[in-house]
């Protein structure tokens, strides 16, 4: 985030409205959220089954689900970082900073794929670089449609929420 500020609002002298930090319908942006929510998880599914059945491949544990099973963070403090802080921030670097500054660039796809690919790759995690990928493509692609961060941000931190009360329930039952 020191980045964005230095550069894009203190060295540029922009806005936050610049980064795309401006309002957005809300019905609009539930109805995003589902329909986009549908479309990851039916993709990260589909993904899933052929890593597991055509390559016999298996999803290693994630870093967060090591913490979670290590009981190495507190339940809330994960829920506020990984569904709350954590999309806010990732949303405003990579759509509103380094997304736009790709479409200024060198246009939409470019900067699309160039924004996916990086999101992809910042998480560092092989076996998900590609449903994240496909993730960062969507997230981009809705501020793209929106100009707007905030269904963005209301998408990821959705998609981050479901994903880590699975991982609690998992461990819970345990």
Same mark, same amino acid.
């Given at each position: 985030m020191g980045v964005v500020w230095f550069i894009a609002l203190h060295r540029r002298k922009g806005r936050l409205r610049d980064l795309g930090l401006r309002y957005y319908s809300i019905g609009k942006t539930l109805w995003y959220t589902l329909i986009s929510l549908i479309a990851i998880f039916a993709v990260s599914l589909a993904y899933v089954f052929v890593m597991n059945s055509v390559f016999?491949? %298996?999803?290693?544990? /994630?870093?967060?689900?090591?913490?979670?099973k290590n009981r190495s963070i507190s339940n809330t403090v994960l829920l506020v970082v990984v569904a709350f802080i954590g999309p806010i921030i990732e949303e405003i670097f990579f759509r509103g900073f380094i997304y736009a500054a790709f479409k200024k660039n060198w246009g939409v796809l470019p900067a699309l794929f160039l924004s996916s690919f990086l999101f992809s790759l910042v998480h560092l995690q092989l076996y998900s670089f590609v449903?994240?990928?496909?993730?960062?493509?969507?997230?981009?692609?809705?501020? %793209?449609?929106?100009? /707007?961060?905030?269904?963005?941000?209301f998408l990821h931190g959705a998609y981050n929420l479901i994903l880590i009360l699975i991982l609690l329930g998992q461990f819970e039952m345990i």
């Open positions: 016999g491949i %298996e999803a290693p544990a /994630s870093k967060i689900e090591i913490l979670v449903p994240l990928m496909i993730i960062g493509w969507l997230l981009a692609y809705i501020f %793209e449609k929106t100009r /707007s961060l905030f269904p963005a941000i």
